[in-house]
């Protein structure tokens, strides 16, 4: 008899911790909104050989901007967020490339329906990529600006002047999980303007949590059943 109430204890104590673990996912109170981003432009005309990709990702709270869109400033909310950015720099002629890591700060947000499209941040230290042929031993500094990624090459090719990375073909794509576990990706594209087009999903429940709650689901039906 005892052994029989401890397995129906433990049986519906584990249903129940599915479902309040899934529920505590979707109501947001596993952890902040999660951005992650990747993009894959060419440079241009001044070094037409080298393209660029890339990688950036960071966490930021619901709280920190609002469900209107727009722009936010992280200054007056949450101060200034730290994103991890990787950049690739990519020989066209040889397919050889280089990749450099590196945390740029996040000022503000660029928002489109309550989902984070873009953002804005400090400027990298100088980056070299020395084992490409394509980069010419010219030193580089990335950064957002206005939501979108921008390479420069200080005093490309010995000039005076510095170059900014073109955007063709360009495509950049960003994931935004929010507090409450929804996830929203947006395409961005530019028109021939070079203004940003934004392509949005409808937003769906992160895998993780729908998961988890079916299988609460799932142990709750199962014990009905056997009660039947």
């Not at 090459?153 to 935004?176: E, I, M, P, R």
């Not at 949005?200 to 039906?221: H, I, K, Q, R």
Request: glycine share 10%.
């Amino acid at each position: 008899m005892k052994s029989t109430l401890t397995r129906n204890f433990l049986h519906r104590g584990l249903a129940l911790a599915l479902l309040v673990g899934g529920a505590m996912t979707g109501a947001g109170l596993a952890r902040a909104g999660a951005i992650s981003e990747v993009f894959d432009p060419a440079f241009g005309p001044v070094l037409p050989q080298l393209s660029y990709a890339g990688t950036f990702k960071f966490n930021v709270a619901d709280s920190c901007f609002g469900s209107a869109s727009g722009d936010y400033s992280l200054i007056s909310t949450c101060g200034p967020i730290t994103g991890h950015a990787q950049l690739t720099l990519i020989d066209n002629a040889s397919s050889q490339s280089e990749t450099k890591a590196f945390d740029l700060k996040i000022f503000s947000l660029k928002v489109l329906d309550g989902a984070v499209v873009g953002w804005t941040t400090n400027t990298s230290s100088n980056q070299s990529f020395n084992s490409l042929l394509a980069a010419g031993g010219n030193s580089f500094q990335f950064m957002y600006a206005g939501g979108l990624p921008v390479l420069t090459c200080l005093a490309c090719n010995g000039s005076s002047d510095d170059a900014y990375g073109k955007y063709a073909d360009f495509k950049q794509t960003v994931s935004h999980t929010n507090d409450a576990g929804l996830l929203t990706t947006t395409v961005v594209t530019l028109t021939p303007s070079g203004a940003p087009i934004y392509t949005p999903t409808t937003p769906v429940p992160e895998p993780g949590s729908m998961a988890l709650m079916l299988g609460g689901l799932l142990a709750v039906a199962w014990l009905r059943r056997r009660k039947i």
